[in-house]
DNA sequence: CGTTGGATCTTCT
DNA sequence: GAAGATCCAACGC
């Protein structure tokens, strides 16, 4: 570490493998391949001094041109949806039941309403806050503590205080660690909790690692392999 | 271990 | 006024 190869590999080494996702990867198209693509990215807050992330693991993709799952169905404009009519690369934090912050990020170019939620992380960085902030402190890290999307706001810190907040910043955002992730290892289902959306409930647009022991205990529907 | 219902409040009708 | 992109404790077995 002390002679100058050592320095030279760690900074080529943080730049390769910690690079911290742009706008334009955000502002790709097809919001279901940004679902996927974002499976085995690192989500990270740092939030009152303190760090914490992990591998995510688990994905819905929203669409809201024509997708009645999505707040944004049909181009549907309201205060609480008009961030995503906006670029790429943001946060959507919306309370749900009341009580949960579901955390978003606003995919798409201006325009497309497209959103992909993420429902659960691998927990990796700042795991003692994390379990801090989940009631959880000092006991085992299990999945619970970040499977499932109100679980991984409250284990990261994240409110509806953090919506509209850019994920080029210091406080939320998602790195390329190299993780490659092979197609045959991604499963897809239909997404939870949207039974209203009528023949949208279908569609198989929750991707999740396949075998992963921190994804959420709902099985879905499962349509098929990838 | 599977099922059930309560919590809790913003958003939109 | 109703429903909701959820979670968890309390049951019953």
């Given at each position: 570490m002390k002679n100058w190869y050592g320095w030279v590999n760690m900074?080529?080494?943080?730049?390769?493998?910690?690079?911290?996702?742009?706008?334009?990867?955000?502002?790709?198209?097809?919001?279901?391949?940004?679902?996927?693509a974002l499976l085995g990215k690192y989500l990270f807050t740092f939030k009152e001094g303190v760090l914490s992330g992990g591998m995510i693991v688990e994905t819905e993709a929203y669409c809201g041109a024509t997708d009645r799952a999505c707040h944004a169905h049909l181009n549907k404009r309201t205060e609480r949806t008009q961030v995503m009519f906006g670029p790429g690369g943001v946060a959507y934090v919306y309370l749900c039941y009341g009580i949960h912050a579901l955390f978003n990020i606003v995919t798409n170019q201006p325009g497309c309403a497209d959103a992909v939620l993420v429902r659960a992380i691998e927990p990796t960085y700042g795991i003692e806050a994390m379990q801090y902030r989940r009631n959880m402190a000092g006991g085992k890290v299990i999945p619970a503590l970040t499977s499932g999307p109100g679980r991984l706001s409250a284990a990261l810190g994240i409110s509806t205080a953090d919506y509209g907040s850019s994920l080029i910043s210091q406080t939320i955002w998602i790195e390329d660690r190299g993780v490659e992730i092979p197609e045959d290892n991604i499963v897809a289902t239909t997404r939870i909790g949207v039974e209203y959306a009528g023949p949208d409930a279908l569609l198989p647009?929750?991707?999740?690692?396949?075998?992963?022991?921190?994804?959420?205990?709902?099985?879905?529907?499962?349509?098929k392999d990838l």
């Amino acid at each position: 570490m002390k002679n100058w190869y050592g320095w030279v590999n760690m900074i080529n080494s943080n730049m390769e493998t910690h690079a911290k996702l742009s706008a334009d990867f955000y502002q790709h198209p097809e919001v279901t391949w940004l679902s996927r693509a974002l499976l085995g990215k690192y989500l990270f807050t740092f939030k009152e001094g303190v760090l914490s992330g992990g591998m995510i693991v688990e994905t819905e993709a929203y669409c809201g041109a024509t997708d009645r799952a999505c707040h944004a169905h049909l181009n549907k404009r309201t205060e609480r949806t008009q961030v995503m009519f906006g670029p790429g690369g943001v946060a959507y934090v919306y309370l749900c039941y009341g009580i949960h912050a579901l955390f978003n990020i606003v995919t798409n170019q201006p325009g497309c309403a497209d959103a992909v939620l993420v429902r659960a992380i691998e927990p990796t960085y700042g795991i003692e806050a994390m379990q801090y902030r989940r009631n959880m402190a000092g006991g085992k890290v299990i999945p619970a503590l970040t499977s499932g999307p109100g679980r991984l706001s409250a284990a990261l810190g994240i409110s509806t205080a953090d919506y509209g907040s850019s994920l080029i910043s210091q406080t939320i955002w998602i790195e390329d660690r190299g993780v490659e992730i092979p197609e045959d290892n991604i499963v897809a289902t239909t997404r939870i909790g949207v039974e209203y959306a009528g023949p949208d409930a279908l569609l198989p647009w929750r991707f999740l690692l396949k075998d992963n022991k921190w994804v959420s205990k709902y099985p879905g529907r499962r349509i098929k392999d990838l």
